[in-house]
Nanobody
Framework: QVQLVESGGGLVQPGGSLRLSCAASGSIRRIYDMYWYRQAPGKQRELVAQVTSDGNTDYSDSVKGRFTISRDNAKNTVYLQMNSLKPEDTAIYYC??????????????WGQGTQVTVSS
């Protein structure tokens, strides 16, 4: 019943910006930490950014200073503001969240992914 749905991906030029959104829906009791991952073809999925339930954030070295993760608990939504995009940022971006559903056990949920392509 619980789902994560990402949006906001697309094609941008180097130096451009995008804002990704990921909204959780369903019968949710509590959302804990939320994460953004990305995966390029032939590569392992890597953690890009995370935000805890109390608002603490962390970033990979490759995106620190360029990306900002935030969350709106009232909307059950996590965002990733991406600035100064580089071609090496090209990947499918996935939302992940630790969620306890109503009448179900805690587990990590994944979104379907949204494509980000940075190219001139």
């Amino acid at each position: 019943q619980v789902q994560l749905v990402e949006s906001g991906g697309g094609l941008v030029q180097p130096g451009g910006s995008l804002r990704l959104s990921c909204a959780a829906s369903g019968s949710i009791r509590r959302i804990y930490d939320m994460y953004w991952y990305r995966q390029a073809p032939g590569k392992q999925r890597e953690l890009v950014a995370q935000v805890t339930s109390d608002g603490n954030t962390d970033y990979s070295d490759s995106v620190k200073g360029r990306f900002t993760i935030s969350r709106d608990n009232a909307k059950n939504t996590v965002y990733l503001q991406m600035n100064s995009l580089k071609p090496e940022d090209t990947a499918i971006y996935y939302c992940n969240a630790g969620i306890t559903p109503v009448q179900a056990q805690f587990k990590a949920y994944w979104g379907q992914g949204t494509q980000v392509t940075v190219s001139s």
